[in-house]
């Protein structure tokens, strides 16, 4: 089993464990590392790991400013796409799994950590003289790692409740983005009688091993779902309150339903709308949420990487639409009844006696598809 460790040593390292927390399943992720914090064994053997399984810890550092150490708190499984070894460091890319579940009690944690403090290539903190890796392999596994979950998100607030309580990440606004969502009327029948309700359909995700894409619907609105968790909240204090800015580009989406999102409680689910624009070729855009104005890292910094294009069906019926048109106003008497030449006798005499009727008839028909291929361009397309 291979174990990433991430730790709150520095500005940047306390976003990165506070963002490895708030990306949803299967979003893919970046973790780098000097070459000093990683095993040899890692080194020697980079493309050995790549498709294997990993588990994310974060490291909260206890003890005094002379004796400093480590308390270990497993986070999530990981599926590792890749080491890379690039200007003395080891970049790993990963994708998320699921997260672990502590259960009721400190049992689970204090099992967990006294499992990591035994291991012998484990990290500590800046100034011990003892030996460590950030990134290290080992055969032994984590007792009671359980990542089954009966409710939905139970194990990420059960993560959340305990990494509220450490000393370097107190107090933070802990999110989980839950996707992008399209809502849709479905029907169904009961007796006699059909019925109508609406419905929110997930919008899964694409990648291409290095980054995860959200397709969103052209032309239309899609809802942004996130999960906040602040469990040591403190309603009394209306300093307490906090706000993330939402952006979007301006290339994709042609408006949003707000641009703050406002933590003023211990939990909640945010939905902003966001109305995706028509466009003639696909376009990428970032949806970021981050807290602006602050001096210190308290609230991770996400990005969310949109893509829109055009339909398809949409393509076929403006393309499809004008062929059809243009081969029935080509029709006439002489190529009815060259295809009558070329068909069965019982059909190509009837071909040819009523030709001429044949190709007025689909010369009336032309502006047909034709008509169909303008309203779905106007209708689908930026055509203005």
Known sequence: MLYLFCSAASPLYKRDALESISYPVNHIFRFRYALKYVDKGVVANLEKFTGKPAVLIFLDTIGSPASPDFDFYPLRLVTILGLEDSAGAIYCNFR?????????????????????????????????????????????EPPELIAESSRPYDNWNSVVNCLDKTKDLKDSTFLLVLGFYRVRRRGFRS??????????????????????????????????????????????????????????????????????????????????????????????????????????????????????RVPRLVISSVVGGVAVGALLLAFDADVVRFIASIGPKPFSAWLDGNAKPIAAIAKLLSPLPLAISAYVAFRRLPVK
């Open 96 to 140: 998320f799994g699921d997260f672990v579940h502590y259960g009721d009690g400190s049992r689970r944690k204090d099992l967990w950590n006294s499992f990591f403090r035994k291991l012998p290539g484990r990290p500590w903190p800046p100034g011990r003289p003892a030996d460590g890796h950030f990134v290290f392999e080992t055969t032994e």
């Open 191 to 308: 007796g006699f009688r059909e019925f109508w309700k609406m419905s929110e359909q997930q919008l899964e995700p694409t990648d291409n091993q290095f980054d995860s894409i959200y397709p969103v619907p052209m032309g239309e609105s899609v809802v942004l779902k996130i999960l906040l968790s602040r469990p040591s909240f403190n309603y009394s204090d209306p300093k307490s309150a906090r706000v993330l800015k939402i952006s979007a580009g301006s290339d994709t989406f042609s408006g949003m339903s707000k641009e703050k999102i406002i933590s003023e409680s211990r939990y909640n689910e945010d939905r902003t709308v966001l109305v995706c624009k028509r466009v003639f070729d696909a376009a990428l855009a970032a949806v970021s949420i981050e807290e602006k104005d602050v001096d210190v890292v308290r609230s991770p910094r996400l990005t969310l990487l949109t893509r829109v």
